[in-house]
């Protein structure tokens, strides 16, 4: 964990080779950086369909990045309006090529395009200073039609892990993880309701053979990444 005073990343100057740095960090859990991607999306659709919810009809993601979760957006709902945002004009360039038939915008210059009736961010909050995680959960607020979700995963500080990932990720310089408690805070805080908060991600790829077990340990606070899920009511 880190104080306020760490500057601020600027993710233009990572871009290029942003891939490239994730799957270095990742490479201690033993796969791909893809597969964090379709994970989140996969564990998304799952939990939608479980609960009986419709499947969305728009989608942002809040926080795109370069771009790597948008195209398992697409073919996890290959029927919904998708959307990206994210403050790195440089990353939005190469969400453009990976992604194009999504919309992006930046943040928080420009107006969002819609209301949505799903939100998702994957790992964001730790790079929002904490003072202004509240003003960042009103705009998302903002964004949702009622009776939209949000989908937020973010890393697990409890995991050992987890902290030494991002430890020597050199675009988590300016990470500040944050509890789930602190995440469930800032849902209720902005009117949301929440559905569940549950932890992920428990095996690395050589234990593999246990991950469909992960499904009944939502509840451990072991998991690698954990997710809260909220409504707008």
């Not at 104080?3 to 201690?28: C, M, P, R, S, W």
């Not at 990045?65 to 360039?93: H, M, Q, V, W």
């Not at 190469?94 to 107006?111: E, H, I, M, Q, S």
Request: net charge neutral.
């Amino acid at each position: 964990m880190k104080n306020d005073a760490v500057q601020k990343i600027d993710f233009d100057d990572y871009a290029d080779n942003y891939d490239a740095h994730l799957q270095e960090t990742l490479k201690g859990f033993g796969e791909e950086s893809a597969y964090f991607a379709e994970y989140k999306v996969r564990l998304l659709k799952e939990r939608l369909e479980k609960t009986a919810r419709a499947a969305p009809k728009t989608i942002l993601e809040y926080g795109c990045g370069t771009g790597r979760n948008l195209t398992f957006l697409r073919a996890y709902f290959p029927d919904a309006a998708i959307d990206g945002c994210d403050i790195s004009t440089e990353s939005l360039k190469l969400a453009a090529k990976r992604a194009p038939d999504v919309r992006l915008f930046t943040l928080p210059a420009d107006a969002p395009l819609r209301q949505y009736d799903m939100i998702f961010i994957a790992c964001v909050f730790h790079h929002i200073p904490p003072l202004e995680r509240p003003s960042a959960f009103e705009r998302i607020y903002s964004m949702l039609h009622s009776g939209g979700e949000v989908f937020v995963f973010e890393h697990n500080p409890c995991n050992p892990v987890t902290q030494r990932m991002v430890s020597t990720c050199p675009f988590d310089k300016d990470a500040i993880l944050l509890p789930p408690s602190e995440l469930v805070m800032l849902t209720k805080a902005a009117q949301l309701k929440l559905l569940e908060k549950n932890y992920a991600l428990f095996f690395p790829a050589p234990l593999k053979a246990l991950r469909p077990l992960e499904t009944h340990l939502g509840w451990l606070p072991l998991g690698g990444q954990y997710y809260v899920r909220a409504v707008k009511p």
